[in-house]
């Protein structure tokens, strides 16, 4: 039997009276069908509502044949009569991301002539995808035009046209639609099939924000945030950048300079420490006898280069196998072998084989890493 979706004629009612359909046990609870419910199910690219079912809490609402199922955490007896409350900050925010992306991606349309081939709404953020590059100038000024619009705040509506008046209407939908065809009109701006519900006006998306975008998939993926949960992720940015600066003891404004000048400086400390490294390995090497053949130095927190050059420092007065190891038992090592008579490629081979390593190289020199410790390591060598 279908289930009465009552969220269609009112997407601002929070509570609403039914009779349990059925109740089956689930993996994770019990799946509960109504006569009628205001529960949005998980459909079109967006999460469902959740609230509670009486005493029952609803964690996830799912539909399929036009039956909508309430994953709840308890049973409910077949025939009885429930209230079932929606959480209604939820919902809010939930309408007010998606009348946003409506308004952004009916815009980008509007504009540039650009299709949504694909889109989610979760909790955290709205991710859209559009099929073509947009420019930083572009997505800036479609976002500004969509702050515009919102404080114009223009009527927002949601009906079922007849199929005469669907015949004549332009509308937006990513796929093709069986049955009756739900349209979200958004005045002057867009309109679209969409099965979701919605805020009534502009005005109550509160603002729209483009938290990010960039190239994909030959078009452009854009992440945008709407209303309560914009203020939300700009107060959260906000802390985030007051502690910076008050940690770095600069103004706002420096703040950007400051962290050029720090990266610098770490940049520079780098060098110098890798070259204080690189002298401590070279006085090593001076000091092994030319007189050794092989010579395998162990050591920490070398970078790829100084390791090579110590191997080549190390051929120059070793005849047989020259290795350096950097790292430690528990993280791995980095290594890198050289040799004027021993088949470098072979060796790493050897390790790749026995102790999983990767990596490879030449006759004359090979590198990669092994997750092994020393004593593995110095029994394979």
């Known amino acids: 039997m279908k289930t009465i979706a009552l969220y269609d004629d009112d997407s601002f009612a929070t509570e609403f009276t039914a009779e349990v359909v059925s109740c089956e046990e689930a993996e994770n609870g019990y799946k509960i069908v109504l006569d009628q419910t205001l529960f949005f199910p998980e459909q079109g690219g967006q999460t469902s509502d959740i609230g ?10 799912q ?3 036009d039956v909508i199922y309430h994953l709840c955490d308890k049973p409910i007896e077949v025939g009885q009569k ?3 409350t929606i959480d209604w900050a939820h919902r809010f925010g939930n309408m007010q991301q998606h009348t946003g992306e409506h308004i952004f991606t009916g815009l ?6 650009a299709d949504n081939v694909g889109f989610h709404l979760s909790d955290n953020t709205v991710t859209l995808d559009l099929n073509i590059e947009l420019s930083d100038e572009q997505v800036r000024l479609i976002e500004r035009t969509g702050n515009e619009i919102i404080a114009k705040d223009v009527s927002v509506k949601a009906y079922f046209p007849d199929e005469a008046t669907l015949a004549v209407t332009d509308y937006r939908s990513k796929k093709e639609i069986e049955g009756a065809v ?17 805020v009534k006006t502009t005005g109550q998306v509160g603002m729209l924000k ?3 975008f960039g190239k994909y998939k030959g078009g452009t993926r854009v992440y945008i945030l709407c209303g309560l949960r914009a203020l939300n992720d700009y107060n959260r940015r906000m802390d985030l950048l007051a502690k910076s600066y008050q940690q770095l003891n600069c103004p706002e404004e420096d703040l950007p300079n400051r962290i050029s ?6 940049k520079q400390l780098k060098y110098k420490i890798s070259q204080i490294k690189a002298d401590i390995l070279m006085n090593q090497i001076a000091k092994y006898p030319s007189e050794l053949s092989d010579v395998t130095i162990f ?20 005849d047989g196998l020259c290795a350096i190891f950097s790292g430690d038992d528990e993280e791995g090592y980095s290594f890198v072998i050289g040799s004027k008579t021993r088949d470098c490629g072979a060796i790493a081979a050897g390790l790749r084989e026995l102790l999983g390593a990767k990596g490879g190289g030449s006759k004359q020199m090979a590198q990669g890493s092994v997750q092994a410790t020393r004593s593995a390591i110095e029994q394979t060598m």
Do not use: W
């Open 210 to 212: 483009v938290v990010s």
């Open 108 to 113: 980008v349309h509007k504009l540039y002539g």
């Open 261 to 266: 000048g720090i990266m610098e400086e770490n």
């Open 52 to 61: 509670i079912l009486g005493q029952v809490s609803v964690t996830d609402v």
């Open 182 to 198: 739900r349209l979200v009109e958004i005045e002057g701006v867009d309109i679209c099939a969409c099965c979701a519900p919605h």
């Open 63 to 65: 539909i399929e044949d």
């Open 82 to 84: 429930v209230v079932g």
């Open 299 to 318: 050591t920490e927190d070398l970078d790829a280069k100084t390791m090579r050059e110590g191997v080549n420092a190390l051929v120059v007065r070793h």
